[in-house]
């Protein structure tokens, strides 16, 4: 079956692995690749993926409406990664959170619905539920952000939403865990931990390092979106995790055990505003139509950790250290 995805996002962490994945398991699928490659959009990403004549990059911003309008019509599935991610950031400057995460997303939903996209998939996030004492969050859980970031996220779902209620238009929306994986931006807690490692740097650890994340391997979050394209309900919302809850500083432990250092690299640092103790989501309603991740936290950090002992070329030029 030929298929033709319009992959917002795409030289970003989780698109681009999402890309792999698809023209991989579609050997006749079509990409089209719409990233605006801000600081965490990589070319050398694009570069690779180029090597498949199946893959078309645009360069562009889902905020531009006449832009989205040109390139939207002809696909079959859209994917919305697109997104400003980075909690620290949308702390310090929440606009550019609010501008892409909301406006963009309204702008590429009203797209798709005006030109009958069959098949739309918001990527979201589990922080959308705020912090759990115990327990699990189902898909029916409120929203409670505690970020700009998290409510940015939030609010884009609630808008995805609102289009199968007003415009009988209705997509998926999937509320991940944290992701981890080759081609992650070396600002985000793994990558950023391993490559300083690496480099015999301290790795900074928030608070007493308690607070507690679900980790799944992004290959395992690709395929749980990409059996969602075929098997997931329009106008469902599904979570995605896989149950891999740890600490900061256990992961911080597993790190420095894995890349030869000690935990003299530990530096405990002032924790951040809104810090969430801890998420978790109930998968079981994507478990139900037949995924499963298949890495366990324990081998995906040690394939992650192999990954960027290679790599040194594409992660070294996007790492800037602050004098020490």
């Not at 996030?125 to 409670?144: H, I, K, N, R």
């Not at 298949?294 to 950790?305: F, K, M, N, R, S």
């Amino acid at each position: 079956m030929s298929r033709r995805y319009l992959v917002t996002g795409g030289a970003g962490f989780i698109a681009s692995n999402f890309i792999r994945l698809v023209l991989e398991r579609e050997p006749e699928a079509l990409v089209t690749n719409f990233d605006a490659l801000t600081y965490a959009g990589v070319p050398a990403t694009i570069e690779e993926l180029d090597a498949s004549e199946r893959h078309t990059f645009v360069k562009g911003d889902i905020r531009d409406a006449s832009l989205v309008e040109e390139i939207a019509p002809g696909h079959d599935v859209i994917v919305n990664f697109a997104a400003e991610s980075h909690v620290d950031r949308s702390i310090d400057g929440p606009s550019v959170f609010l501008q892409t995460n909301v406006v963009g997303t309204g702008v590429l939903i009203d797209a798709a619905r005006r030109h009958d996209i069959g098949r739309y998939i918001q990527v979201s996030t589990d922080e959308v539920y705020g912090s759990l004492a115990e327990g699990f969050a189902t898909e029916q859980y409120p929203l409670e952000p505690s970020s700009p970031y998290s409510a940015s996220k939030a609010g884009a779902d609630l808008l995805v939403q609102s289009y199968g209620v007003t415009y009988d238009y209705p997509a998926i929306i999937t509320r991940c865990t944290n992701n981890y994986g080759p081609y992650h931006f070396p600002e985000k807690l793994i990558p950023l931990f391993v490559t300083n490692l690496f480099e015999g740097h301290k790795v900074p650890v928030y608070g007493d390092g308690l607070n507690e994340r679900d980790w799944i391997y992004v290959e395992d979050h690709c395929a749980a979106i990409h059996l969602l394209v075929d098997e997931g309900s329009p106008g469902e919302v599904y979570n995605i995790g896989a149950n891999a809850q740890t600490t900061n500083l256990d992961l911080t432990r597993k790190l420095i055990e894995l890349t030869g250092r000690d935990e003299s690299s530990i530096e405990y640092v002032e924790d951040r505003p809104g810090h969430d103790r801890r998420y978790a989501v109930d998968s079981s309603k994507i478990r139900a139509l037949g995924w499963a991740p298949a890495h366990t936290l324990e081998q995906g950090l040690i394939d992650t950790v192999h990954w960027y002992r290679e790599r040194e070329d594409w992660w070294r030029p996007l790492k800037v250290h602050e004098t020490d």
